[in-house]
């Protein structure tokens, strides 16, 4: 499966921003999705994660501000993002993953991965 990021972009502090995972071949439903986060000189991070059964997991950090969503007939990932924080800046990554859902928030487990999309939080 391929996969393609977009939707980041430049926003103000509390301000909200929508980013799309977008995918190609495979059978889309057949893999968890994720939602990983890398800002420069730190580790790539887990964001959120949606199962193939629309299980949804969060990172604590963002629970309650960020909003994972899947359309398996679209084949695309969204992530809403609200009350955006400057320590939310990072480029943002989408991967997709065969295992179970304790499994989402370990990027290992991940087989295959987006370019990645820049958000920025300006303060």
Known sequence: VQLQASGGGLVQAGGSLRISCAA???????YGIGWFRQAPGKEREFVAGVT???GKLYAEDVKGRFTISRDNVKKTVDLQMNS???????????AASSVVQSGLRT???YGYWGQGTQVTVSS
């Open 107 to 109: 990027s290992d487990n």
């Open 52 to 54: 193939r059964s629309l």
């Open 24 to 30: 190609s071949g495979g059978t889309f439903r057949n």
């Open 84 to 94: 955006l924080k400057p320590e939310d800046t990072a480029v943002y990554f989408c």
